[in-house]
């Protein structure tokens, strides 16, 4: 999967968690945070784009994320 595809991917999972038509105007460097996402909701987010992407990740892994560009680097680089 390409990296603008797993962007894609994780946009979709943030409207949907987030009840948000406007999400794919996003840009990478935006964070959930300013998205209205909370620790609970950017879980959600994470926890499904991994369901679909058929990955597991160590939480640890996410530590530093602060913005959409970094979560799809670290996701991308568990893709096969």
């Known amino acids: 999967m390409t990296w603008d595809e797993v962007f894609s991917l994780v946009c979709r999972k943030a409207a949907a968690v987030l009840s948000r038509a406007d ?3 996003v840009d ?13 909701d950017r879980m959600d987010i994470v926890v499904m ?3 679909e992407l058929d990955i597991s990740v160590p939480a640890a892994a996410f530590a ?4 959409l560009r970094q979560l799809v680097d670290v996701l991308h680089a ?3």
Not at 28 to 40: I, M, V
Not at 64 to 67: G, Q, T
């Open 28 to 40: 990478p460097e935006t964070s959930l945070t300013s998205l209205g996402a909370n620790s609970l």
């Open 64 to 67: 530093d994320v602060r913005n």
């Open 49 to 51: 784009s991994q369901d």
């Open 78 to 80: 568990h893709c096969g």
């Open 23 to 25: 999400i794919d105007d």
